[in-house]
């Protein structure tokens, strides 16, 4: 079984900064594509960064400059640096990831985590 663990999520002050974490563990034989996500309440979830496995990042035009995605292969993990938040970016924060456990690629989610900036 294939899981993804996020972590990092909390409360921050505008201007503040935060670092998310998604670790994948299980039956993996690769990991292709990973990304970031949000949904604010009300709203339709939406993406934030993703990174390939090989290639360029891309960016929500609302984080660039301010948001930083980053992945380690050794430890199956991707990462969002986030910083000069703002109230805007409160949201549950959502990775996921194409990972092939055997033979063929699936799309995975994590649970999500809480991120809140207070103004």
């Known amino acids: 079984q294939v899981q993804l663990v996020e972590s990092g999520g909390g409360l921050v002050q505008a201007g503040g900064s935060l670092r998310l974490s998604c670790t994948a563990s299980g039956s993996i034989v690769s990991i292709n594509a990973m990304g970031w996500y949000r949904q604010a309440p009300g709203k339709q979830r939406e993406l934030v960064a993703v990174?390939?496995?090989?290639?360029?990042?891309n960016y929500a035009d609302s984080v660039k400059g301010r948001f930083t995605i980053s992945r380690d292969n050794a430890k199956n993990t991707v990462y969002l640096q986030m910083n000069s938040l703002k109230p805007e970016d409160t949201a549950v924060y959502y990775c996921?990831?194409?990972?092939?456990?055997?033979?063929?690629?699936?799309?995975?989610w994590g649970q999500g985590t809480q991120v809140t900036v207070s103004s």
């Open positions: 996921n990831a194409k990972i092939v456990p055997r033979v063929y690629e699936y799309l995975y």
């Open positions: 990174i390939p496995d090989v290639g360029t990042t």
